[in-house]
């Protein structure tokens, strides 16, 4: 079964917009991480945000993690086409490496 | 940095036959991840390996599937014989250590089984 679970599991917006993905996962973990795929391609890491954080910026890019409700968020800021793409979450049940990815959410930016 | 690589990029065979996926991965790592993506199933983890040796195959969908990784540099996912419901990308991935640290994917292997 999927360790991890994404929503929406689509989402359109404007350009300039921001896009907030949700995930949530069954287990303790050590980190929860999000990655990108473009269509036809390999998925990219994006963030990695350890059990012990509740927070984490890079970039555009501003993740959340609460471990009370097993849930984390992804909010990409000011939306450009090129964040067109599918995001997953990603984690491993704690003591494990087994990572496991979510059902993804698939993110349409309009120009 | 390369990055980690995988042939072939497209694959078309006929139900029965063998199939075998190669995988290069970024040197220097020392995990391996072997997934399957579909539409219907997402993406799925069949097999990990750490330091060349499989940690967890519980993935694996049947016998017919098997990984290997007989060095640092190199891993295989065969399968034998082939099924039309085989037919998926397939992506391995690449990290360089256990723990806290980001996997690396390939631009994966478009298994198609007549």
């Known amino acids: 079964s999927q360790q991890g679970e994404e929503d929406p599991q689509a989402l359109s917006i404007q350009e300039g917009e921001n896009a907030t993905m949700n995930c949530s996962y069954k287990?303790?973990?050590?980190?929860l991480q999000w990655y990108r795929q473009n269509s036809g391609r390999g998925l990219v890491h994006l963030i990695l945000?350890?059990?012990?954080?509740r927070e984490k910026h890079s970039g555009r890019l501003r993740v959340t993690l609460d471990t009370s409700k097993k849930s984390s968020s992804l909010l990409i800021t000011a939306s450009r086409a090129a964040d067109t793409a599918s995001y997953f979450c990603a984690t491993a049940p704690g003591g494990t490496y087994k990572y496991i990815f979510g059902t993804g959410t698939r993110l349409k930016v309009l120009a | 940095d390369a990055g980690v690589i995988q042939s072939p990029r497209h694959e078309v065979t006929e139900m029965g036959q063998e199939v075998t996926l190669r995988c290069k991965p970024i040197s220097g790592h020392n995990s391996l991840f072997w997934y399957r993506q579909t539409m219907m199933r997402g993406l799925e983890l069949l097999i990990y390996f750490n330091n060349n040796v499989p940690i967890d195959d519980s993935g694996m969908p049947e016998d017919r599937f098997s990984a290997k990784m007989p060095n640092a540099s190199f891993s295989t996912l065969k399968i034998q014989p082939s099924e039309p419901r085989d037919s998926a990308v397939y992506f391995c991935?690449?990290?360089?250590?256990?723990?806290?640290?980001?996997?690396?994917f390939g631009n994966g292997t478009r298994l198609t089984v007549t």
């Open positions: 945000i350890r059990s012990n954080e």
């Open positions: 287990t303790s973990i050590n980190n």
């Open positions: 991935a690449s990290s360089p250590r256990q723990g806290d640290s980001p996997l690396h």
